[in-house]
């Protein structure tokens, strides 16, 4: 069985690696610092699931999640969001978006989500 | 009529010009139906004197019919007529003498037939009468008879004369009279006609003038009522009107300048509300970023097994975002500081292009996308100042410089000395500055397209950097184009133009 693939979108390097320790080895990863870089490795990989910063140069999370939902291919990815942005919630699940992480956050929480996500 | 006269004024002159024509026209009127007057009585005098005489003459022929009855009958009763008009003529005499009393020509006219009549009676008739009752053969003759009849007749000539005179008198009278009255309707008819026209035009001037402006008025003080501040007169009008068209538009427009400052400061207002609220997302995300990888880091170091390679990774890791917070209220701090002029810095001898080194160096490792390229002079570039601060302001230039070239590329870091300053560049090729915003640039908090762009930060690093600058006797300035990159540059007294150590 292939291991699932996660992109992981966040411009701060230690939020990257955070996220890569506490999902533990299970998964392969792709990391993207800037939301054209995300677009492309999704569109490039088409991981399973994609964690989304929303604070992102270049391109927002927020527009990153409209255009991966534009895309016929990606529409169906899951996609969590992870921001320090406050109240970004409704706006998340507007844009398209089926978890949503406000940090700090809780690694087992995380974990949990990312695996019914997976299953479903 | 000059504009500068009052509406009164100009009310007041029509009125008077009005009302001066009006007596005009009635003053003609007047004189025209006395002279009317005056005609027709003239005329009347005329028949009475004709009537007059006309009675006078049949006075006349009564006594000479009477004198000729009794002469040829020598019967005294045929006499009646004589002894009548002989009682009755010193009356009719006495009323033609009045008739024409006030005109000489006549009057000797009058006096003359009355001597005719007089010599008549008393050089004629009466010898015959008194001759025909004692001898009626001898004035029965043809010779007495032809006397009488020559007197008569010259009698009757006056007599003929002077009606003939009062009738062509009456008839210029009354011809007169009759060209008078025309006169007269005609003066009535121009002067009625142009009184009418003359008050016409006046109320279609008044209704110009007066009531149309007025509506006018009426109507954009409605608009403005209905909250249309735009409405203004166009039109103008004479003195009083024209001052209230003129009162209407400066109230108008001082109405429409204070809504449009209430308006402006409602919009200040509204931006700084935005812009608090926005600045408060952004400090706890500012806080949050760190806290996250402290507190992940610190979790999975507690609850997993992990290698001492690991430990110290995760550790370094812990330690950097700390840092991180502690400077993030460090620099909170400062502006607190700095607005309250408290920043203290020390007086050292530093070397600005140790320091661009230094900074670059720790750059370097951070960023893999970005090259920076140093340009710096073999000699040292001394200033007096606080290495710390000093740091802190090439610290945040690079890290700009960076994060605002998210696509990466090179980062120029030119160090030099000019005369007497230490100039310091940093250049960067990436998104720029538009210009609508470049005025806010160093204002705290302020952080121009940035949100939208993703790109975090607090808006309070160049506002520091500048004050921290300008507390070294420094400049701090920037160029940039839209899309092509921006250069910041800061220029700092040399240390052997400076103050040394207080």
């Given at each position: 069985m292939t291991r699932k693939r996660i992109l992981i979108c966040d411009d701060e390097e230690p939020m990257r690696q955070l996220l890569r320790v506490i999902l533990d080895g299970a998964y392969e990863f792709d990391e993207a610092a800037d939301g054209p870089a995300a677009l492309d490795l999704a569109r490039r990989f088409r991981p399973d699931l994609v964690i989304l910063d929303i604070m992102l140069p270049g391109t927002g999370g927020l527009a990153v999640l409209e255009q991966l939902r534009a895309d016929p291919e990606l529409a169906a990815t899951p996609v969590v969001i992870l921001t320090a942005w406050p109240q970004m919630e409704e706006e998340a699940a507007a844009a398209g978006a089926n978890g949503f992480f406000m940090k700090p956050f809780e690694p087992d929480a995380m974990t949990a989500a990312v695996e019914e996500l997976l299953e479903a | 009529?000059?504009?500068?006269?009052?509406?009164?004024?100009?009310?007041?002159?029509?009125?008077?010009?009005?009302?001066?024509?009006?007596a005009i026209g009635f003053a003609i009127l007047f004189l025209a139906t006395s002279s009317l007057q005056d005609a027709t009585s003239r005329e009347r005098r005329s028949k009475d004197v004709t009537v007059a005489t006309l009675a006078l003459e049949k006075n006349v022929l009564d006594l000479d019919a009477g004198v000729r009855g009794f002469v040829v009958s020598g019967k005294p009763r045929l006499l009646a007529p004589w002894n009548r008009a002989g009682r009755e003529l010193p009356?009719?005499?006495r009323v033609l003498q009045r008739l024409v009393r006030d005109d000489p020509a006549e009057t000797r006219r009058v006096r003359g037939i009355v001597a005719?009549?007089?010599?008549?009676?008393?050089?004629?008739?009466?010898?015959?009468?008194?001759l025909a009752r004692?001898?009626?053969?001898?004035?029965?003759?043809?010779?007495?008879?032809?006397?009488?009849?020559?007197?008569?007749?010259?009698?009757?000539?006056?007599?003929?004369a002077l009606v003939s005179v009062e009738t062509r008198r009456a008839a210029a009278s009354a011809a007169s009279a009759r060209h008078q009255t025309r006169r007269a309707i005609a003066v009535a008819l121009v002067g009625f006609g142009a009184s009418t026209f003359l008050i016409l035009l006046f109320g279609v001037y008044l209704a110009r003038a007066v009531a149309r402006p007025v509506r006018e008025v009426a109507g954009g003080a409605t608009r403005l009522a209905a909250g249309d501040l735009s409405a203004r007169m166009t039109g103008s009008g004479p003195g009083e009107v024209g001052a209230l068209m003129a009162a209407f538009n400066t109230m108008a427009t001082s109405l429409e300048q204070n809504r449009a400052e209430l308006e402006s400061q409602y919009e200040r207002l509204r931006r700084s509300d935005q812009l608090k609220s926005e600045l408060v997302s952004m400090v706890a995300h500012e806080f949050r970023t760190p806290l996250t990888s402290i507190l992940g880091f610190t979790n999975v170091m507690r609850k997993r097994t992990l290698s001492?390679?690991?430990?110290?990774?995760?550790?370094?890791?812990?330690?950097?975002?700390?840092?991180?917070?502690?400077?993030?209220?460090?620099?909170?701090?400062?502006?607190?500081?700095?607005?309250?002029?408290?920043?203290?810095?020390?007086?050292?001898?530093?070397?600005?292009?140790k320091l661009l080194r230094e900074e670059a160096r720790s750059f370097e490792v951070q960023t893999a996308q970005h090259s920076l390229e140093l340009d710096l002079p073999?000699?040292?570039l001394p200033v007096y100042g606080d290495s710390s601060r000093l740091l802190q302001v090439l610290g945040?230039?690079?890290?700009?410089?960076?994060?605002?070239?998210?696509?990466?590329?090179?980062?120029?870091?030119?160090?030099?000395?000019?005369?007497?300053?230490?100039?310091?560049?940093?250049?960067?090729?990436?998104?720029?500055?538009?210009?609508?915003?470049?005025?806010?640039?160093?204002?705290?908090?302020?952080?121009?397209?940035?949100?939208?762009?993703?790109?975090?930060?607090?808006?309070?690093?160049?506002a520091l950097a500048r004050d921290i600058v300008e507390a070294h006797g420094g400049r701090m300035g920037f160029s940039s184009v839209l899309n092509?990159?921006?250069?910041?540059?800061?220029?700092?007294?040399?240390?052997d133009r400076a103050e040394p150590a207080q």
């Open positions: - | 009529m000059s504009s500068s006269w009052t509406l009164g004024r100009r009310v007041l002159a029509a009125s008077a010009t009005l009302a001066l024509l009006i009356t009719r005499i005719l009549v007089r010599a008549y009676q008393s050089d004629y008739a009466e010898p015959t009468i008194a004692t001898f009626p053969a001898v004035v029965r003759t043809p010779l007495v008879a032809s006397e009488g009849e020559r007197r008569v007749d010259a009698i009757r000539k006056r007599f003929d001492e390679e690991q430990r110290a990774q995760y550790l370094a890791i812990v330690e950097e975002q700390a840092r991180r917070l502690s400077a993030l209220i460090d620099d909170f701090l400062d502006v607190q500081r700095i607005e309250d002029g408290r920043l203290e810095l020390k007086h050292e001898l530093v070397d600005v292009g073999d000699e040292a945040n230039l690079i890290s700009n410089a960076i994060k605002y070239s998210p696509e990466g590329g090179e980062v120029q870091l030119v160090g030099a000395r000019r005369d007497d300053t230490v100039y310091v560049g940093v250049r960067d090729h990436g998104v720029g500055i538009p210009v609508e915003l470049q005025d806010r640039i160093f204002t705290k908090f302020f952080r121009g397209d940035a949100n939208a762009r993703g790109i975090a930060g607090t808006g309070l690093g160049l092509r990159g921006s250069t910041f540059w800061v220029e700092l007294p040399t240390a």
